[in-house]
């Protein structure tokens, strides 16, 4: 059983672009969230899709925008990247219920130049 | 708001020696915890969580921790390390009550196991 898969593995950009990260998650989970984990620091939460809609959101700036598509597997976009983006974004999954464990995947490194 | 402190950024131990990463939590509500540990250059792989019943949760390579809620805690600890333990632990809350909430983390304590 596949885990949570994420790419690509590493990403550079330059300031002013738009980025793409593709997550797709563990089988028999339907809910994506994605975390920005800077440096030394913990993640921070970003937003959270379920049946194709956006159900939470963290502290972000709508440059953040994603998506969730039937099969469940959603995408991360970041528009106008600053330098501050540079960081691991993490895609976790888990299946609906009560306390659910989410898994994560191994990241994206994003570096922004 | 929820809020999740690590107390210690880095703690440094010898092997086979105990050890305790410390974690406490703010919430308003009930809450889930977990602790997930993050090898270099990886993602987060679950350690162990707590979400009702027993206050003292384990898992399988030895780690356990203790739910104290009227302390507010979820401390870490492992009676005997080994060096394969050394990575960043990272504890975490959600909170309770049905559906997959969105998990808040500590800052992360960097264990380094030192032979």
């Known amino acids: 059983d596949a885990g949570v898969t994420q790419s690509p593995t590493h990403l550079i950009k330059t300031r002013g672009q738009q980025v793409t990260l593709r997550c797709s998650p563990k089988?028999?989970?339907?809910?994506v969230s994605w975390y920005q984990q800077a440096l030394g620091q913990g993640p921070q939460f970003i937003f959270q899709?379920?049946?194709?809609?956006?159900?939470q959101r963290g502290n972000f700036p709508d440059r953040f925008s994603g998506h969730q598509f039937p099969n469940y597997s959603s995408e991360l976009n970041v528009n106008a990247l600053l330098l501050g983006d540079s960081a691991l974004y993490l895609c976790?999954?888990?299946?609906?219920?009560?306390?659910?464990?989410?898994?994560f995947g191994p990241g994206t490194r994003l570096t922004v130049l | 708001a929820q809020s999740v402190t690590q107390l210690d950024s880095q703690v440094p131990v010898f092997e086979e020696a105990p050890v305790e990463l410390r974690c406490n939590y703010s919430?308003?509500?009930?809450?889930?915890l977990f602790w997930y540990v993050q090898y270099p250059n990886q993602g987060l792989q679950l350690l162990l969580k707590?979400?009702?019943?027993?206050?003292l949760v384990e898992s399988i390579n030895g780690f356990e921790a203790e739910f104290n809620k009227s302390q507010t805690s979820f401390h870490l600890r492992k009676p005997s390390v080994h060096i394969s333990d050394t990575a960043e632990y990272f504890c975490?809350?959600?909170?309770?009550?049905?559906?997959?909430?969105?998990?808040?983390f500590g800052q992360g304590t960097r264990l380094t196991i030192n032979p």
């Open positions: 976790a999954s888990s299946p609906t219920g009560l306390g659910d464990t989410q898994y």
């Open positions: 089988s028999g989970h339907d809910t």
């Open positions: 899709y379920y049946e194709e809609e956006e159900r």
């Open positions: 919430s308003s509500v009930s809450v889930y």
């Open positions: 707590y979400l009702s019943g027993s206050t």
């Open positions: 975490a809350v959600s909170e309770g009550g049905g559906g997959a909430q969105k998990l808040v």
